[in-house]
Nanobody, 119 residues
Framework: QVQLVESGGRLVQTGDSLRLSCAAS????????VGWFRQAPGKERDFVGA???????YYRDSVKGRFTISRDNDEITVTLQMNSLKPEDTAVYFC?????????????WGQGTQVTVSS
């Protein structure tokens, strides 16, 4: 089974860009849909977007046009490129993987990486 590790989170300013990575070990992402989620303090975890195992990406409305999820050719890394960051994007960001094309629930999860956007 696949293990996931996120990286790239840090403190940035409003309007900055940031790239998060989700690295796979124990397996590749070839047959997995990989999703990104975020959880702000005191709030529930929210879906951000995902890229399916047949390379189709989809996003929540609030990040469309600002965030892009892509699969690296090595099928070991999935990247979340975040542009025009806003303070409301502040959260712990998690990646998750599942073999279902459009998962309702994800089986495998990373530990999260903190993104803080200062105003």
């Amino acid at each position: 089974q696949v293990q996931l590790v996120e990286s790239g989170g840090r403190l940035v300013q409003t309007g900055d860009s940031l790239r998060l990575s989700c690295a796979a070990s124990g397996d590749t992402f070839t047959s997995y849909t990989v999703g990104w989620f975020r959880q702000a303090p005191g709030k529930e975890r929210d879906f951000v977007g995902a890229v399916t195992w047949n390379d189709k990406a989809y996003y929540r409305d609030s990040v469309k046009g600002r965030f892009t999820i892509s699969r690296d050719n090595d099928e070991i890394t999935v990247t979340l490129q975040m542009n025009s960051l806003k303070p409301e994007d502040t959260a712990v960001y998690f990646c998750a993987a599942d073999r279902t094309l459009v998962p309702l629930e994800y089986e495998f999860w990373g530990q999260g990486t903190q993104v803080t956007v200062s105003s």
